[in-house]
């Protein structure tokens, strides 16, 4: 129940285009957060959402916290080839604090 | 991975065989964390010390231990390696600094560790 169901598993897509993934679970979360990690990496983080309804934006990156507190998706706009990697979003469980992962969403972008 | 660094960066171990993960962090920040990364999942919280001198298991504790001798750096021991280690591990530290409530995470560069 506290484990984040992250889609898709891996995307191929050209240059220029739009990527959206998602992060669902049935357990509520207090904090959203979305990393990329590159071979041989650490994750680096992208976004945080802090509160249900939240939309943020860091450059080409939008992000949103679900109202149901249950989800939230990343969206990339205009890919670049940079943008390669393996995205992951966490979210922060409010009894704990604890943080769980997704499983991460293989981004692949062709020149 | 700003301020948090990790060593070794690869090792290869054999079953049964002992080892300790270094970490250490110059942000002086009070919580400190290790996970493990493995294929087709996330990240899992093994250990996590919320200041110098304590520490509380995580997610997936067993075959581990853990020790933050002072504020800068927390270690990470495998007693008897098994091939389920077999594994990437990072160490955090919040970005906040302090509350193991908040926050958002640096992350060092990783260990790859093999067990054979």
Known sequence: GQQLNQSPQSMFIQEGE???????????????????????????????LYKAGELTSNGRLTAQFGTT??????????????????????GQLPYNGDMRFGAGTRLTVKP | NAGVTQTPKFQVLKTG?????QCAQDMNHNSMYWYRQDPGMGLRLIYYSASEGTTDKGEVPNGY????????????????AAPSQTSVYFCATPIAGGNIIADTQYFGPGTRLTVL
Do not use: H
Request: aromatic share 10%; with cysteine; charged share 20%.
């Open chain 2, 17 to 21: 065989q002992s080892m300790t993960l």
């Open chain 1, 69 to 90: 507190r249950k989800d939230s998706f990343l969206n990339i706009s205009a890919s670049i080839p940079s943008d390669v990697g393996i995205y992951f979003c966490a």
């Open chain 2, 65 to 80: 231990n853990v020790s933050r001798l002072n504020k800068r750096e927390f270690s990470l021991r495998l007693e008897s």
């Open chain 1, 18 to 48: 739009d990527v959206s993934m998602n992060c669902t679970s049935s357990s509520i979360f207090n904090t959203w957060l979305w990393y990329k990690q590159d071979p041989g990496e650490g994750p680096v983080l992208l976004i945080a």
